[in-house]
């Protein structure tokens, strides 16, 4: 019989991009997506080691696996991603009935691993310490057929204090442009009508083979591919944000207006601590800059509260960063030491309560900023990709048979459909009616619907899954188009 597996995966955008691929791995090697409610005969968890308490977090799900693996015999479970590089010498010894340990340099080795395993019937533990092949080569099961990631790098040459994915992740690699875009034609010519394109620090791409202007350049590559809607990027490091990249996104028609980059603080002080090479007036003047060319462009951040020594002064800084700058959204984190990183190090840690504290005022404030900001929407005519379900949910949800999708500028956007036959990947031009601190709502009919080729495929491939070499797979979707922002900024530090 064909044996089932089921991907877990923690982190950030990159761990979503590798788990696709290793679910392309293994269905190339002949497992089979396992039933919802059914448990598989292998379990992989790619695994992450920036958030809080991610190593307990870990050794908890494994420990509810191994009651699992005993009642299943010929079960196997795999730890792959950044916590599985940083403690490749200690998984096994907390956890024994682990069968196979691989690190982020050498997810293709997986299926092989699996097999030594059962073979030799003892754990199999390999983690190179660069990489050899780059990823995008391997097979890959996506989890839209309309939107997809495209890694254009991977490391980070930051040595930020609070941050261990330069230790885990390596140095920064480039792929070569004309493999990036050909693996975005390749994509589109499957149906594909979004990509986000991939990097620790996204706009120092080009770094590896010396030319500053790499990344605008592919932006701009990107506008000429025909069939390709939307060009999204994430995330970008304010101290290598240029200008010619600015003038690539406002002169490309299908570089969306929408920029997520970090701000960790604004507190120029804590900014030095954390060894961010940039300072807030510079962060705010890329912002000025970036609304000069796109007046309607949104901005989200990432921000980090409780920094080792951070003030009340150094709080109130970042406060008032946030309200200049005028975030969409933001992703708040209180900080936490993280064992390996140099701020884990650092004298006057701040008391968990000081720290929850300045947190609830962030977030209040950050809610406060993003509900203005949608409110200016309300009114607005908006042209929406939409998603494979609903992310409302509720009961209104279904009384309403409303639909979501993301506008040009990424936010959210719950409609309903009216008349219309409506299809994930279809493009839906509508009017917003109601803003929310999250989101958006439009409850009046449409005014265009646009049946696409992304909706075809979506529509042909409902139930039926493939897998292609080199980026190309399609699965039936899950998620219809790539979340917005990742579920852990590529340099969160919890």
């Avoid at 990344?215 to 970008?236: D, H």
């Avoid at 701000?263 to 007036?281: F, H, P």
């Avoid at 009114?379 to 309403?400: F, I, M, P, W």
Wanted: with cysteine.
């Amino acid at each position: 019989m064909t044996k089932t597996y089921e991907v877990r995966t923690y982190g950030c955008q990159m761990n979503v991009h590798d788990s696709e691929r290793l679910s392309g791995l293994l269905e190339t090697a002949g497992y089979a997506a396992a039933p919802s409610g059914e448990t598989p005969d292998l379990v992989v968890f790619n695994t992450c080691a920036v958030r809080e308490n991610a190593d307990n977090k870990l050794y908890g799900n494994l420990g509810h696996v191994a009651s699992l693996k005993a009642k299943k015999p010929g079960m196997q479970v795999a730890v792959g991603g950044c916590l599985a590089q940083k403690d490749k010498d200690t998984i096994t010894t907390r956890a024994p009935w682990v069968d196979v340990v691989f690190g982020t340099h050498n997810i293709g080795s997986l299926p092989v691993l699996l097999e030594r395993a059962r073979i030799a019937e003892e754990s199999q533990v390999e983690i190179l310490e660069s990489l050899e092949v780059f990823p995008s080569t391997l097979p890959t099961k996506r989890d839209s057929v309309f939107a997809a990631w495209v890694s254009i790098s991977v490391g980070c040459n930051n040595t930020c204090t609070f941050c261990i994915v330069p230790a885990l992740r390596g140095k920064e690699r480039d792929r070569r442009p004309g493999d990036i875009l050909a693996e975005i034609e390749a994509l589109v010519a499957e149906g594909v009508v979004e990509v986000t394109l991939l990097g620790q620090n996204v706009n120092s791409y080009g770094v590896e083979f010396g030319d500053r202007e790499a990344f605008s350049k592919l932006l701009r590559a990107c506008g000429q591919i025909e069939g390709l809607e939307r060009v999204r990027f994430t995330s970008p490091h304010p101290a290598a944000f240029s200008d010619d990249v600015i003038a690539a996104m406002a002169e490309t028609p299908n570089v969306m207006p929408q920029l997520h980059m970090p701000l960790q603080s604004g507190s120029d002080r804590i900014l030095k601590a954390m060894r961010r090479s940039y300072r807030k007036e510079r962060f705010l003047g890329i912002l000025d800059r970036v609304r000069a060319a796109m007046p309607e462009a949104s901005i989200t951040t990432d921000i980090i509260v409780g920094f080792p020594g951070e003030t009340e002064e150094d709080f109130l800084e970042t406060m008032d960063v946030v309200r200049k700058a005028r975030f969409t959204s933001a992703f708040t984190f209180q900080y936490s030491q993280r064992p390996g990183t140099p701020a884990a190090d650092l004298p006057d840690q701040l008391p968990k309560a000081v720290v929850q504290e300045r947190y609830e005022r962030l977030a209040a404030l950050v809610s406060e900023v993003a509900w203005s900001e949608n409110q200016r929407l309300e009114g607005r005519v908006v042209e929406l990709l939409v998603s494979d379900q609903s992310q409302a949910g509720g009961r209104k949800d279904a009384e309403t048979h409303r639909m979501s999708g993301r506008a040009r500028d990424n936010r959210l956007v719950h409609f309903v459909p009216g008349g219309h036959a409506v299809r994930p990947g279809d493009l839906v031009v509508t009017t917003v009616t109601k803003a929310s601190p999250h989101h958006l709502v439009a409850d009046g009919e449409p005014i265009e619907v646009r049946r696409t080729r992304a909706g075809d495929a979506w529509e042909a491939r409902q139930g039926r899954t493939s897998v292609t070499p080199g980026s190309v797979g399609l699965g039936m979707p899950s998620v219809g188009v790539p979340a917005p922002l990742p579920p852990a900024p590529a340099c969160a530090p919890a």
